[in-house]
């Protein structure tokens, strides 16, 4: 059984700064391939970052390039996501995501993954 859990959400000002972390139970967590997604009220589940099973590769969307890192340690079975200059359109629920045979075509699909966390708010006041 594979348990994903998110921490670190919170509420900030414009400008500022959060890191997320998600610490991933269960299999080897060097065998999957992690993404962070988000969701506002009303709207779907969207690609925010992924990363490759070693970190070596990183993928973000257009709309957080350059203000969010993605980033995981293999020995703390953990995924981040480092959000600077965060934005009052940054505010949402944060998801992790992991799967062991995610193909790189579909690392920004929601359905692709197939393990889930429960999701942390991010709230960005203006």
């Known amino acids: 059984q594979v348990q994903l859990v998110e921490s670190g959400g919170g509420l900030v000002q414009a400008g500022g700064s959060l890191r997320l972390s998600c610490a991933v139970s269960g299999r080897t967590f060097s065998s999957y391939r992690m993404g962070w997604f988000r969701q506002a009220p009303g709207k779907g589940r969207e690609f925010v970052a992924a990363?490759?099973?070693?970190?070596?590769?990183?993928y973000c969307a257009d709309s957080v390039k350059g203000r969010f890192t993605i980033s995981r340690d293999n020995a703390k079975n953990t995924v981040y996501l480092q959000m600077n200059s965060l934005k009052p359109e940054d505010t949402a629920v944060y998801y992790c995501a992991a799967d062991p045979d995610l193909a790189i075509a579909t690392i920004r699909i929601p359905g692709a993954y197939d393990y889930w966390g429960q999701g942390t708010q991010v709230t960005v006041s203006s």
């Open positions: 990363i490759s099973r070693s970190g070596a590769v990183t």
